[in-house]
Protein backbone atom coordinates (compact mmCIF):
# COMPACT_ATOMS: atom_id res chain seq x y z
CA UNK A 1 0.00 0.00 0.00
CA UNK A 2 3.18 2.35 0.63
CA UNK A 3 5.63 2.71 -2.29
CA UNK A 4 9.21 3.27 -2.16
CA UNK A 5 9.97 6.94 -3.35
CA UNK A 6 12.65 9.40 -3.05
CA UNK A 7 12.69 12.02 -0.72
CA UNK A 8 12.98 14.22 -2.65
CA UNK A 9 9.67 13.39 -4.52
CA UNK A 10 8.15 13.11 -0.89
CA UNK A 11 9.47 16.77 0.12
CA UNK A 12 7.77 17.90 -3.20
CA UNK A 13 4.62 16.43 -3.17
CA UNK A 14 4.15 17.98 0.68
CA UNK A 15 5.54 21.29 -0.54
CA UNK A 16 3.08 21.42 -3.37
CA UNK A 17 0.22 20.57 -0.99
CA UNK A 18 1.05 22.52 1.35
CA UNK A 19 1.39 25.92 -0.57
CA UNK A 20 -2.23 24.67 -2.38
CA UNK A 21 -3.64 24.16 1.29
CA UNK A 22 -2.26 27.26 2.50
CA UNK A 23 -4.09 29.34 -0.39
CA UNK A 24 -7.24 27.78 -0.45
CA UNK A 25 -8.05 27.26 4.17
CA UNK A 26 -8.85 31.08 4.75
CA UNK A 27 -12.04 30.93 2.08
CA UNK A 28 -12.64 27.83 2.94
CA UNK A 29 -13.02 28.79 7.04
CA UNK A 30 -15.19 31.83 5.68
CA UNK A 31 -17.67 29.25 3.77
CA UNK A 32 -17.79 26.44 6.42
CA UNK A 33 -15.66 27.37 9.77
CA UNK A 34 -15.54 23.89 10.86
CA UNK A 35 -16.21 21.51 7.56
CA UNK A 36 -14.88 23.76 5.00
CA UNK A 37 -11.17 23.21 6.23
CA UNK A 38 -11.75 19.34 7.07
CA UNK A 39 -12.41 18.79 3.16
CA UNK A 40 -9.59 21.09 2.20
CA UNK A 41 -7.11 18.79 4.87
CA UNK A 42 -8.60 15.83 3.36
CA UNK A 43 -7.82 17.00 -0.74
CA UNK A 44 -4.51 18.41 -0.23
CA UNK A 45 -3.71 15.26 2.08
CA UNK A 46 -4.86 13.40 -0.42
CA UNK A 47 -2.45 15.32 -2.96
CA UNK A 48 0.90 15.08 -0.63
CA UNK A 49 0.42 11.54 -0.50
CA UNK A 50 -0.41 10.13 -3.89
CA UNK A 51 3.10 8.88 -5.23
CA UNK A 52 3.61 7.34 -1.31
CA UNK A 53 0.26 5.30 -1.90
CA UNK A 54 -2.29 5.98 -4.34
CA UNK A 55 -4.79 3.90 -2.33
CA UNK A 56 -4.54 6.23 0.47
CA UNK A 57 -4.95 9.67 -1.75
CA UNK A 58 -8.18 8.06 -3.64
CA UNK A 59 -9.35 7.47 0.18
CA UNK A 60 -9.11 10.66 0.88
CA UNK A 61 -10.21 12.20 -1.98
CA UNK A 62 -13.28 10.61 -1.99
CA UNK A 63 -13.74 11.51 1.77
CA UNK A 64 -12.97 14.85 0.80
CA UNK A 65 -15.73 14.92 -1.96
CA UNK A 66 -18.25 13.30 -0.30
CA UNK A 67 -17.99 15.94 2.96
CA UNK A 68 -18.28 18.56 0.19
CA UNK A 69 -21.16 17.78 -0.88
CA UNK A 70 -22.69 16.52 2.39
CA UNK A 71 -22.42 19.99 4.26
CA UNK A 72 -22.61 21.90 0.57
CA UNK A 73 -19.08 23.31 0.85
CA UNK A 74 -18.67 25.79 -2.74
CA UNK A 75 -15.77 24.52 -4.68
CA UNK A 76 -12.36 25.96 -4.23
CA UNK A 77 -8.93 25.59 -6.01
CA UNK A 78 -8.31 22.57 -3.39
CA UNK A 79 -10.93 20.53 -5.49
CA UNK A 80 -8.02 20.37 -8.50
CA UNK A 81 -6.28 18.00 -6.07
CA UNK A 82 -8.61 15.32 -7.27
CA UNK A 83 -6.95 15.25 -11.16
CA UNK A 84 -3.91 15.02 -9.50
CA UNK A 85 -4.91 11.95 -6.98
CA UNK A 86 -6.50 10.18 -10.59
CA UNK A 87 -2.82 11.22 -12.67
CA UNK A 88 -1.28 9.21 -9.44
CA UNK A 89 -3.76 6.29 -9.27
CA UNK A 90 -2.40 5.46 -12.68
CA UNK A 91 1.05 6.11 -12.71
CA UNK A 92 1.87 4.81 -9.54
CA UNK A 93 -1.04 2.72 -8.29
CA UNK A 94 -1.21 -1.50 -8.91
CA UNK A 95 -2.94 -3.32 -11.40
CA UNK A 96 -6.04 -3.28 -8.67
CA UNK A 97 -5.56 0.53 -8.33
CA UNK A 98 -5.49 1.34 -11.72
CA UNK A 99 -8.69 0.30 -12.29
CA UNK A 100 -10.70 1.91 -9.31
CA UNK A 101 -8.91 4.93 -10.17
CA UNK A 102 -10.70 4.53 -13.97
CA UNK A 103 -14.19 3.81 -12.32
CA UNK A 104 -13.40 6.91 -9.50
CA UNK A 105 -12.68 9.11 -12.17
CA UNK A 106 -15.97 8.14 -14.25
CA UNK A 107 -17.80 8.07 -11.12
CA UNK A 108 -16.55 11.56 -9.72
CA UNK A 109 -16.91 13.29 -12.97
CA UNK A 110 -20.69 12.52 -13.20
CA UNK A 111 -21.17 13.58 -9.26
CA UNK A 112 -18.96 16.64 -9.92
CA UNK A 113 -21.63 17.45 -12.78
CA UNK A 114 -24.64 17.02 -10.57
CA UNK A 115 -23.48 19.27 -7.67
CA UNK A 116 -22.16 21.56 -9.96
CA UNK A 117 -24.90 22.02 -11.72
CA UNK A 118 -27.22 21.92 -8.46
CA UNK A 119 -24.44 24.44 -6.49
CA UNK A 120 -25.19 26.96 -9.10
CA UNK A 121 -28.88 26.50 -10.45
CA UNK A 122 -30.10 29.99 -10.32
CA UNK A 123 -26.70 30.90 -12.70
CA UNK A 124 -27.46 28.69 -15.25
CA UNK A 125 -31.33 28.53 -15.74
CA UNK A 126 -33.90 30.32 -17.62
CA UNK A 127 -36.06 33.04 -15.44
CA UNK A 128 -38.91 31.35 -15.90
CA UNK A 129 -37.16 28.17 -14.19
CA UNK A 130 -37.37 25.76 -17.55
CA UNK A 131 -35.75 22.48 -16.61
CA UNK A 132 -34.55 22.01 -20.36
CA UNK A 133 -31.83 24.51 -19.65
CA UNK A 134 -30.78 22.41 -16.46
CA UNK A 135 -30.48 18.97 -17.91
CA UNK A 136 -28.84 20.14 -21.02
CA UNK A 137 -26.05 21.82 -18.42
CA UNK A 138 -26.08 18.73 -16.80
CA UNK A 139 -25.24 16.93 -19.46
CA UNK A 140 -22.85 19.12 -21.16
CA UNK A 141 -21.21 19.65 -17.41
CA UNK A 142 -21.19 15.60 -17.51
CA UNK A 143 -19.31 15.01 -20.35
CA UNK A 144 -16.94 17.53 -19.69
CA UNK A 145 -15.96 16.85 -15.87
CA UNK A 146 -15.83 12.92 -16.29
CA UNK A 147 -13.38 13.93 -19.64
CA UNK A 148 -11.28 15.98 -17.69
CA UNK A 149 -10.92 13.46 -15.01
CA UNK A 150 -10.43 10.70 -17.46
CA UNK A 151 -7.98 12.43 -19.09
CA UNK A 152 -5.66 12.80 -16.12
CA UNK A 153 -6.22 8.88 -15.63
CA UNK A 154 -4.79 8.44 -18.71
CA UNK A 155 -1.93 10.95 -18.74
CA UNK A 156 -0.95 8.85 -15.65
CA UNK A 157 -1.38 5.52 -17.26
CA UNK A 158 0.74 7.53 -20.40
CA UNK A 159 3.46 8.22 -18.19
CA UNK A 160 3.37 5.09 -16.65
CA UNK A 161 3.87 3.74 -19.62
CA UNK A 162 7.06 6.06 -20.46
CA UNK A 163 8.57 5.32 -17.32
CA UNK A 164 8.75 1.34 -17.66
CA UNK A 165 10.09 1.70 -21.45
CA UNK A 166 12.67 3.95 -19.73
CA UNK A 167 13.39 1.59 -17.32
CA UNK A 168 12.90 -1.81 -19.41
CA UNK A 169 16.36 -0.45 -21.33
CA UNK A 170 18.21 0.34 -18.94
CA UNK A 171 17.80 -3.11 -17.90
CA UNK A 172 18.02 -4.55 -21.29
CA UNK A 173 21.09 -2.33 -21.64
CA UNK A 174 22.73 -4.06 -17.95
CA UNK A 175 21.53 -7.68 -19.25
CA UNK A 176 23.86 -6.81 -22.56
CA UNK A 177 26.98 -5.75 -21.17
CA UNK A 178 26.21 -8.52 -18.24
CA UNK A 179 26.39 -10.94 -20.94
CA UNK A 180 29.35 -9.15 -23.11
CA UNK A 181 31.03 -9.24 -19.74
CA UNK A 182 30.66 -12.83 -19.14
CA UNK A 183 31.15 -13.80 -22.84
CA UNK A 184 34.70 -11.88 -21.90
CA UNK A 185 35.17 -14.03 -19.02
CA UNK A 186 34.41 -17.07 -20.98
CA UNK A 187 36.81 -16.60 -24.15
CA UNK A 188 39.56 -15.41 -21.85
CA UNK A 189 39.13 -18.83 -19.93
CA UNK A 190 39.25 -20.80 -23.06
CA UNK A 191 42.67 -19.09 -24.25
CA UNK A 192 43.93 -19.93 -21.13
CA UNK A 193 43.23 -22.95 -21.09
CA UNK A 194 44.84 -23.35 -24.67
CA UNK A 195 48.05 -21.18 -22.76
CA UNK A 196 48.05 -24.06 -20.85
CA UNK A 197 47.97 -27.15 -22.65
CA UNK A 198 51.41 -26.75 -23.39
CA UNK A 199 52.78 -26.46 -19.77
CA UNK A 200 50.81 -29.52 -18.27
CA UNK A 201 51.91 -31.83 -21.57
CA UNK A 202 55.27 -30.89 -21.04
CA UNK A 203 55.20 -31.58 -17.57
CA UNK A 204 53.79 -35.29 -18.46
CA UNK A 205 56.40 -35.63 -20.52
CA UNK A 206 58.96 -34.84 -18.34
CA UNK A 207 57.39 -37.55 -15.69
CA UNK A 208 56.86 -40.18 -18.19
CA UNK A 209 60.67 -39.84 -19.72
CA UNK A 210 62.23 -39.78 -16.14
CA UNK A 211 59.94 -42.53 -14.68
CA UNK A 212 61.22 -45.15 -17.68
CA UNK A 213 64.72 -43.84 -17.09
CA UNK A 214 64.66 -44.37 -13.55
CA UNK A 215 63.23 -47.83 -14.14
CA UNK A 216 66.07 -48.98 -16.39
CA UNK A 217 68.58 -47.57 -14.22
CA UNK A 218 67.46 -48.65 -10.86
CA UNK A 219 69.76 -51.70 -11.03
CA UNK A 220 73.02 -50.72 -12.25
CA UNK A 221 72.89 -46.53 -11.09
CA UNK A 222 71.00 -46.09 -7.89
CA UNK A 223 71.79 -42.73 -7.97
CA UNK A 224 70.72 -41.60 -11.22
CA UNK A 225 67.62 -43.60 -9.95
CA UNK A 226 67.37 -40.72 -7.02
CA UNK A 227 68.22 -37.77 -9.42
CA UNK A 228 65.33 -39.10 -11.66
CA UNK A 229 62.49 -39.59 -8.85
CA UNK A 230 63.45 -36.20 -7.76
CA UNK A 231 62.88 -34.62 -11.01
CA UNK A 232 59.58 -36.81 -11.33
CA UNK A 233 58.32 -35.33 -7.60
CA UNK A 234 59.31 -31.87 -8.47
CA UNK A 235 57.73 -32.09 -12.08
CA UNK A 236 54.45 -34.03 -10.78
CA UNK A 237 53.93 -30.93 -7.91
CA UNK A 238 54.40 -28.71 -10.49
CA UNK A 239 51.55 -29.91 -12.94
CA UNK A 240 49.58 -31.52 -10.67
CA UNK A 241 48.69 -27.59 -9.81
CA UNK A 242 48.69 -26.57 -13.23
CA UNK A 243 45.38 -29.48 -13.64
CA UNK A 244 43.68 -27.73 -10.89
CA UNK A 245 43.98 -24.41 -12.42
CA UNK A 246 43.32 -26.09 -15.93
CA UNK A 247 40.05 -27.93 -14.23
CA UNK A 248 38.68 -24.79 -14.35
CA UNK A 249 38.84 -23.82 -17.81
CA UNK A 250 36.30 -24.91 -20.77
CA UNK A 251 38.98 -25.85 -23.31
CA UNK A 252 38.30 -25.08 -26.60
CA UNK A 253 40.97 -25.47 -29.12
CA UNK A 254 44.32 -26.55 -28.46
CA UNK A 255 46.78 -24.87 -31.26
CA UNK A 256 50.85 -26.55 -30.93
CA UNK A 257 53.66 -24.02 -30.21
CA UNK A 258 55.58 -22.58 -27.16
CA UNK A 259 53.87 -20.40 -24.54
CA UNK A 260 55.47 -17.10 -23.36
CA UNK A 261 56.55 -16.33 -19.73
CA UNK A 262 58.79 -13.57 -18.00
CA UNK A 263 61.66 -14.57 -19.40
CA UNK A 264 59.97 -13.54 -22.67
CA UNK A 265 59.19 -9.66 -20.99
CA UNK A 266 62.37 -7.82 -22.66
CA UNK A 267 61.19 -8.98 -25.95
CA UNK A 268 57.73 -7.75 -25.09
CA UNK A 269 59.32 -4.33 -23.83
CA UNK A 270 61.33 -4.14 -26.77
CA UNK A 271 58.38 -4.64 -29.30
CA UNK A 272 56.26 -2.17 -27.79
CA UNK A 273 58.84 0.45 -27.46
CA UNK A 274 59.52 -0.03 -31.35
CA UNK A 275 55.61 0.91 -31.08
CA UNK A 276 56.33 4.23 -29.78
CA UNK A 277 55.82 3.19 -25.98
CA UNK A 278 58.16 4.95 -23.65
CA UNK A 279 59.05 2.90 -20.44
CA UNK A 280 60.69 3.01 -17.95
CA UNK A 281 61.24 -0.60 -16.29
CA UNK A 282 62.60 -1.33 -12.90
CA UNK A 283 62.98 -4.64 -11.09
CA UNK A 284 64.03 -5.06 -7.33
CA UNK A 285 64.15 -8.36 -4.95
CA UNK A 286 65.79 -11.47 -5.64
CA UNK A 287 63.55 -13.50 -8.63
CA UNK A 288 62.45 -16.74 -7.46
CA UNK A 289 61.05 -19.90 -9.75
CA UNK A 290 57.52 -19.25 -11.08
CA UNK A 291 55.30 -21.79 -11.89
CA UNK A 292 54.68 -22.12 -15.81
CA UNK A 293 50.97 -21.27 -15.55
CA UNK A 294 51.73 -18.14 -13.19
CA UNK A 295 54.75 -16.82 -15.35
CA UNK A 296 52.77 -17.05 -18.24
CA UNK A 297 49.84 -15.23 -16.81
CA UNK A 298 52.00 -12.25 -15.52
CA UNK A 299 53.37 -11.96 -18.50
CA UNK A 300 49.92 -12.14 -20.46
CA UNK A 301 49.26 -8.92 -17.23
CA UNK A 302 51.87 -7.17 -18.43
CA UNK A 303 51.05 -7.43 -22.16
CA UNK A 304 47.62 -6.22 -21.90
CA UNK A 305 48.26 -3.36 -19.57
CA UNK A 306 51.23 -2.06 -21.82
CA UNK A 307 48.47 -2.78 -24.89
CA UNK A 308 45.88 -0.44 -23.13
CA UNK A 309 48.74 1.96 -21.99
CA UNK A 310 49.82 2.19 -25.65
CA UNK A 311 45.95 2.71 -27.33
CA UNK A 312 44.70 4.77 -24.71
CA UNK A 313 47.86 6.68 -22.32
CA UNK A 314 49.29 9.67 -22.69
CA UNK A 315 52.17 8.90 -25.60
CA UNK A 316 54.22 11.94 -24.23
CA UNK A 317 54.93 10.46 -21.02
CA UNK A 318 56.40 7.57 -19.68
CA UNK A 319 55.00 4.35 -18.80
CA UNK A 320 56.68 2.78 -15.78
CA UNK A 321 56.95 -1.00 -15.15
CA UNK A 322 57.92 -2.18 -11.71
CA UNK A 323 58.61 -5.94 -10.88
CA UNK A 324 58.93 -6.17 -6.98
CA UNK A 325 60.10 -9.83 -6.01
CA UNK A 326 59.57 -11.09 -2.39
CA UNK A 327 59.84 -15.10 -0.95
CA UNK A 328 56.19 -15.88 -1.47
CA UNK A 329 54.65 -12.82 -4.26
CA UNK A 330 55.98 -11.43 -6.72
CA UNK A 331 53.96 -7.64 -7.64
CA UNK A 332 53.78 -6.14 -10.94
CA UNK A 333 52.38 -2.94 -11.12
CA UNK A 334 51.80 -1.02 -14.65
CA UNK A 335 51.32 2.94 -14.33
CA UNK A 336 50.62 5.17 -17.72
CA UNK A 337 48.99 8.32 -17.81
CA UNK A 338 45.94 9.43 -19.58
CA UNK A 339 45.00 11.72 -22.18
CA UNK A 340 42.61 14.35 -21.65
CA UNK A 341 39.12 13.01 -21.56
CA UNK A 342 35.34 14.87 -22.56
CA UNK A 343 34.15 16.86 -19.28
CA UNK A 344 32.55 14.79 -16.32
CA UNK A 345 34.37 11.55 -17.49
CA UNK A 346 36.82 10.06 -15.62
CA UNK A 347 40.06 8.71 -17.05
CA UNK A 348 39.65 5.15 -16.27
CA UNK A 349 36.36 5.27 -17.93
CA UNK A 350 37.94 5.61 -20.87
CA UNK A 351 40.48 2.21 -19.98
CA UNK A 352 37.46 0.74 -19.05
CA UNK A 353 35.57 0.76 -22.09
CA UNK A 354 38.05 0.23 -24.40
CA UNK A 355 37.40 -3.60 -24.73
CA UNK A 356 37.53 -6.67 -22.16
CA UNK A 357 41.22 -7.05 -21.24
CA UNK A 358 40.42 -5.81 -17.81
CA UNK A 359 38.75 -9.01 -17.07
CA UNK A 360 41.14 -11.26 -18.72
CA UNK A 361 43.53 -9.78 -16.45
CA UNK A 362 41.74 -10.33 -13.37
CA UNK A 363 41.03 -13.96 -14.39
CA UNK A 364 44.43 -14.94 -15.31
CA UNK A 365 45.57 -13.24 -11.93
CA UNK A 366 42.43 -15.38 -10.15
CA UNK A 367 43.38 -18.53 -11.42
CA UNK A 368 47.19 -18.21 -10.65
CA UNK A 369 45.90 -17.59 -7.11
CA UNK A 370 46.60 -13.97 -6.95
CA UNK A 371 44.67 -10.39 -7.27
CA UNK A 372 44.90 -7.95 -9.69
CA UNK A 373 42.96 -3.95 -8.85
CA UNK A 374 42.85 -1.60 -12.28
CA UNK A 375 41.60 2.12 -11.79
CA UNK A 376 42.83 5.61 -11.28
CA UNK A 377 46.10 5.46 -9.37
CA UNK A 378 46.12 7.01 -5.67
CA UNK A 379 48.64 9.05 -5.70
CA UNK A 380 48.91 9.96 -9.04
CA UNK A 381 46.54 12.55 -10.82
CA UNK A 382 46.14 11.59 -14.24
CA UNK A 383 47.39 8.27 -13.93
CA UNK A 384 45.90 4.86 -14.38
CA UNK A 385 47.14 1.88 -12.56
CA UNK A 386 47.62 -1.96 -13.27
CA UNK A 387 48.56 -4.13 -10.07
CA UNK A 388 48.93 -7.42 -9.51
CA UNK A 389 49.91 -10.04 -6.90
CA UNK A 390 50.75 -13.49 -7.84
CA UNK A 391 52.25 -16.36 -5.58
CA UNK A 392 55.19 -17.62 -6.52
CA UNK A 393 55.25 -20.78 -4.42
CA UNK A 394 52.44 -23.74 -4.14
CA UNK A 395 50.13 -22.81 -1.23
CA UNK A 396 50.54 -25.11 1.98
CA UNK A 397 47.08 -26.42 1.37
CA UNK A 398 47.99 -27.18 -1.72
CA UNK A 399 51.16 -29.11 -0.83
CA UNK A 400 48.95 -30.67 1.98
CA UNK A 401 46.61 -32.64 -0.61
CA UNK A 402 49.30 -34.08 -2.90
Not at 24 to 45: E, Y
Not at 88 to 99: D, F, H, N, P, V
Not at 159 to 172: G, H
Amino acid sequence: MIRSISRAQLIVDVVVASVLLLLVIWSATIQSPIAGPVVVLLLCGALAVRRLSPALALIGAWAGALLQIAVLVAVTPADAAVLGVAYASASYGTRTIRLIGLASSITGGAIAAVYLTLSSRDDYINPVGSPTHTVVTLIALGIGMITLFVLSWTLGLLARTVRQSREAKVQAAVAAQRAAYESAIEQERTRIARDMHDVVAHSLAVVIAQADGARYAGATSPEVQSDALGTISATARSALTEVRLLLTQLRREVPDGPQPSLDDLPALIAGMRGAGLRIAETTSGTPVPLLQGTGLAAYRILQEALTNALRHGDPARSVTVELLWEPEALHLRVRNAVVAVAPGTEPADAVRSAGHGLPGMRERAALAGGTLTAGPAADTAGAYEVFAVLPTTVAPREEAGQ
